[in-house]
């Protein structure tokens, strides 16, 4: 297993993280257990931040919260100085809880509802990233009820699609986010923006991707942008103020992987800013950008207990977790890989290729497809590293199982951020109405 951040094997043989020994935070905290190495979220934080600072152009670089939102997550990126990207009325309301300042938050999603715009209008959010008509209208029509003036981007869909090592040119896209380019919808959206009389048009968003290992990708959609944005200029007169290039920035899930350093994508980016807007004469805009995935996804380790382990000869070996889809999704949604090892037992050699089975009522509920672990028994613990982004926040409740406690560890020191559920928390919100009560 690869040993992320401050990851490492410790004098007993067991992993430690963040000065943290993972047995002994599965026996204080109990498993499943998010573990988050705190000062891995920092530096990745700083990376983005510094390669932007060095490129001398003006930037915000926006955690992408859909990937890990907690309030403490917000806090800690409020403190590292980035900015914060939330898709709902939900993770906005946790940001706000936090205390995450509004003027610093960006809004985006493709259905925002009329509450969630007002309650983004009322907080004073920074940033609308807008998706549609029907939310230009409503925006504009809150906004005007309210006296107040809403900042956009307009989302468009440049024509580029990215994943992991290939981009493809798709011509107009056929994507449920965003204003397409080819049929005109960006340019009618634009219009649309500046007539409106309580929307403020900042620029231009795009996100072309997720888990994307190379650079093109992110310099093509730039190429697109430029492009668009002299169109833009010659038809209406618009400068763009902001351009925004989403999130996807890579990380390394297994062997194999081979995504390139925040510092690489920032240079890839500026570098082309420079060179296509450069060329066409169009002023530079400030750069955004929105990680999520690379500034939480190597953070994170899941620690599981092992229950039953069972053998069918000649086929496979099932070792079955405390945990498995409901607390970690991505396999049974996307065939996500992971790597494992035993958090117990980190010096012994690897003897044999196993299966991850998680305990939901549910054959594709399975972690990971061979292994090569120790002979694994009963109690041991289970590490699963990188699972800091889309874990816990895309944990659920199937089979009622309850969600798992979240800690931060650095230095030594471990720090509950998030509760494990509990069983009474299962039912808080049950009601049994009185026409199904058993009538004696
Ligand atoms: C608009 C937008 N921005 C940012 C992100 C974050 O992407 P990642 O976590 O891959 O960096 C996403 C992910 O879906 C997205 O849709």
Avoid at 91 to 109: D, M, N, Q, V, W
Avoid at 112 to 129: R, Y
Wanted: glycine share 10%; hydrophobic share 40%; net charge negative.
């Amino acid at each position: 297993m690869y040993l992320h951040g401050t990851s490492r094997i410790n004098s007993r043989g067991h992993l430690e993280i963040g000065g943290c020994d993972a047995v002994q935070l599965a026996a204080d905290f109990g498993t499943p257990l998010y573990v988050y190495d705190e000062q891995l979220i920092r530096d990745n934080c700083r990376a983005y931040v510094e390669a932007f600072q060095q490129s001398g152009f003006a930037f915000q670089v926006a955690y992408a919260s859909k990937a890990f939102c907690t309030m403490a997550m917000c806090k800690l990126v409020e403190e590292e100085g980035l900015s914060l990207d939330v898709v709902s009325g939900g993770e906005l309301y946790t940001a706000l809880k936090a205390g995450y300042p509004a003027s610093r938050i960006h809004f985006h999603g493709n259905n925002k509802s009329p509450e969630e715009l007002e309650m983004a209008l009322d907080a004073g959010i920074g940033c609308f990233v807008a998706d549609n008509f029907y939310e230009l209208e409503l925006l504009n029509h809150l906004a005007k009820e309210r006296g107040k003036t809403a900042a956009i981007l307009l989302r468009i869909t440049p024509g580029v699609e990215a994943h992991t090592h290939e981009y493809i040119s798709t011509g107009q896209q056929d994507s449920k986010f965003g204003f397409d380019l080819l049929s005109g919808q960006a340019l009618q959206a634009i219009r649309n923006s500046l007539q409106a009389e309580a929307l403020e048009l900042l620029g231009v968003h795009c996100h072309i991707g997720s888990q994307i290992f190379e650079t093109d990708g992110f310099v093509a959609a730039v190429g697109h942008i430029a492009d668009f944005l002299l169109e833009v200029t010659q038809a209406t007169g618009f400068t763009a103020k902001v351009v925004n290039l989403g999130g996807g920035y890579g990380i390394r899930y297994v062997e194999g992987d081979t995504p390139r350093r925040p510092e690489e994508y920032v240079k890839a980016i500026t570098e082309a800013v420079r060179r296509e807007f450069g060329s066409r004469n169009i002023p530079f805009p400030e750069l955004w950008i929105e990680p999520g995935r690379s500034i939480v996804g190597e953070s994170g380790t899941t620690l599981y207990t092992v229950g039953s382990v069972k053998e069918i000869p000649g086929v496979r070996k099932y070792v079955a977790v405390d945990g498995g889809m409901t607390d970690n999704l991505r396999p049974a949604l996307y065939q996500a890989k992971y790597e494992a090892a035993l958090a117990n037992r980190m010096n012994e050699q690897s003897g044999e290729l196993v299966s991850i089975a998680g305990k939901c009522c549910e054959s594709g509920d399975m972690l990971i497809w061979d292994v090569a672990l120790p002979p694994v028994r009963p109690g041991d613990i289970l590490a699963v590293p990188c699972t800091g982004a889309y874990g816990y926040a895309m944990a659920n409740n199937y089979n009622r199982i309850v969600r798992p406690a979240v800690v931060f560890v650095k230095d030594g020191s471990a720090e509950l951020i998030v509760k494990r559920e509990t069983l009474d928390d299962l039912i808080r919100l049950d009601r049994i109405p009185n026409r199904i009560q058993l009538q004696r």
